[in-house]
């Protein structure tokens, strides 16, 4: 088996991916540094991001506090709080920082970044460029990164495992997807940025390779998740396909309406009606619903997103995209119509424990972005947290690699580290792609999706069963996504499992987790993180505090 050498391994090259290679390369630049990528970089899931990054930089109205606080009361106090003095601090310095490097952000008439409202968030203070910030902000880091010639790129690369000798990782194994051939990544540190694992979910926002990766390979090498129970439901989604009409349409001043044409919402979130958090929201609307109170498609219930009042003029200027939205995927214009929306699986607050700096506790591993779990947002993530989320923590990733990178030596390819790669080799071509009688890989893929609207645990282990024998159809190596695919449900099934059962051992109601055997909160018992760990068998759940800093839990009331 062929094998590479770099000093740094990142894999992914999403929007924290491609900040913890800058700040990687920036810190040192005599480290060689490499970026794994299943995909072109440009179409990582960053980019469809639509409403905006949160940051302190009214100062006249804002301060860090206050968008501590903000992000501590939308968490359901599962936040630790620590975490969150840290990223409210430098969210203005990695805004700046992005601003410098060229980000293209809207702005007032007075030549200042324009900020806007948002869920949760008691002032406006998330940067946007018009309703494209992903796509812009991705775009300025990838450029970015061109200019370090110490920064290289595999794009189209899938990693399939982590490699640990000794306690200490020593690379990856990823497969080159154009030839289909597997190679051992060595190198002294890794950065896991993978992103999320929406895909588990049959209704979500996530594109179709948010498929929870790097959460599994860190987990079966026995890095713990966090806060897998806590499952974002956004509540504007286009009932049709499950795109997502941003929190912004709301920030600009849209209305939600159900049937009767009433602003539902002052049942449940009165003082904040449509800028409560995504949680609250979501639950509304499904009880909306549940009581009679939704219309009904072709699609399922829904309930109405109204911007009829905010006019073609602001339409125009800030909401350019979710007018293409509408228009391109349900042939409504809303400038005239309503949107029909319903709530669906958008983001996951759990993923990798880590600490504040990205390390996860594996010598020379680190996780930053929607996979791993600092964890910052606990039980609710507000929006417009996460993009900063990606910069604040993937910097950091980078330098905590760099810094461990530059004290080691580099691996060499000998044994325990080939004959692990070489049992990786095995397990793609012996058993996942040569299996030739099981069910097809679309088929067990469906019935996961259809479980988690469940959270069936038994069923899991079932379908963990039934994967084992899963046929890959197309057997050729050369750009096999069939084989990609395979590969995928694998670890979603995996991931799967460990939301399934942290959901089942939280006996409470808080943020996004929503039980009604357990309806209200439990400081007492469950003021605390479950993580998850690989067993072989059932995962196995412990605990880990919370920190309190300076924000005593309260009630949540908005
Ligand atoms: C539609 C939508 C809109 C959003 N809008 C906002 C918003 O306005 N504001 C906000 O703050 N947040 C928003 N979010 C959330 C935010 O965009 C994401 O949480 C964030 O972009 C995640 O970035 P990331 O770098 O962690 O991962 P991603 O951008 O998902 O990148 C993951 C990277 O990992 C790579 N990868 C994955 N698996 C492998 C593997 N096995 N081998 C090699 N490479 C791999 C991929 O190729 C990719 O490059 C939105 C999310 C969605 C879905």
């Known amino acids: 088996m062929e094998h590479l050498s770099h000093d740094i391994l990142i894999i992914g090259g999403g929007a924290a991916g491609l900040r913890a290679a800058i700040a990687a390369a920036e810190l040192n630049p005599k480290l060689d540094i490499a970026i794994v990528s299943k995909v072109y970089p440009m179409r990582s899931h960053t980019v469809s991001a639509e409403g905006g990054m949160a940051a302190v930089l009214r ?49 007032d008439p007075d030549g200042r970044i324009s900020v806007r409202a948002f869920g949760g968030m008691s002032v406006k203070r998330t940067l946007f460029a018009t309703d494209k910030i992903g796509f812009h902000l991705l775009h300025t880091l990838f450029q970015t990164s061109l200019k370090f010639e110490n920064i290289r790129r595999y794009d189209e690369w899938f990693a399939t495992s982590i490699l640990v000798d000794n306690g200490q990782v020593d690379g990856v194994t990823a497969i080159d997807i154009r030839s289909g051939e597997l190679v051992s990544f060595l190198a002294k540190a890794v950065v896991i940025a993978t992103g999320g694992c929406g895909r588990i979910y049959q209704f979500t926002t996530n594109g179709w390779i948010k498929t929870g990766d790097g959460m599994a390979m860190a987990y079966r090498v026995g890095v713990p998740l966090k806060d897998m129970e806590m499952v974002q439901y956004h509540p504007t989604l286009l009932p049709n396909t499950g795109i997502l009409i941003t929190e912004a349409a709301r920030g600009e001043g849209g209305h939600l309406l159900n ?5 539902f919402l002052k049942r449940y979130v009165p003082n904040k009606m449509e800028l409560g958090p995504r949680d609250i929201l979501s639950r509304a609307e499904m009880t909306e619903i549940k009581e009679g109170r939704g219309f009904e498609g072709p699609y399922g219930s829904y309930v109405n997103l109204d911007l009829t009042h905010l006019g073609a003029e602001t339409i125009e200027a800030k909401l350019p995209f979710v007018k293409e939205l509408a228009e391109r995927y349900l042939g409504i214009d809303p400038v005239h119509e309503m949107i029909p929306v319903r709530p669906g699986q958008h983001y996951m607050m759990g993923g990798v424990h880590t600490d504040i700096h990205g390390y996860t506790g594996l010598p020379g591993l680190y996780a930053a972005g929607e996979m791993a779990c600092v964890s910052m947002n606990g039980a609710n993530r507000l929006g417009s947290n996460s993009l900063t989320e990606c910069l604040v923590f993937g910097a950091e990733a980078g330098i905590g690699a760099a810094e461990y990178a530059i004290k080691q030596r580099s691996p060499s390819f000998g044994n325990p580290v080939q004959g692990l790669a070489l049992e990786e080799e095995k397990r793609i071509y012996d058993r996942v792609l040569k299996s030739e009688t099981g069910e097809k890989i679309s088929t067990v893929r469906a019935e996961m999706q259809k479980t988690m609207e469940e959270h069936a645990c038994g069923l899991l282990g079932d379908l963990k069963k039934r994967m084992k024998n899963a046929v890959v159809e197309d057997k050729d190596r050369v750009y096999n996504t069939d084989l990609v695919s395979a590969l995928e449900l694998d670890f979603m099934l995996d991931i799967a499992e460990t939301i399934a059962y942290a959901a089942l051992a939280r006996k409470e109601s808080r943020g996004a987790h929503s039980r009604t055997d357990y309806p209200k909160r439990d400081d007492v018992q469950f003021l605390k993180h479950l993580v998850v760990y690989e067993t072989g068998t059932v995962p196995r759940i412990d605990t880990m505090p919370v920190s309190i800093t300076r924000w005593k839990p309260e009630a949540r009331v908005y």
Do not use: M
């Not at 968490?75 to 060229?102: M, N, T, Y």
């Open 259 to 263: 049937k009767d044409g009433e602003r």
């Open 59 to 107: 100062t006249d109205y804002d301060n860090f506090d206050l968008h501590a606080y903000d992000t501590i009361k939308g968490s359901d106090f599962l936040a630790d709080q620590d975490a969150v003095e840290f990223f409210v601090k430098e969210a203005p310095k990695e805004s700046i920082r992005l601003e410098h490097w060229g980000c293209p952000f809207s702005r």
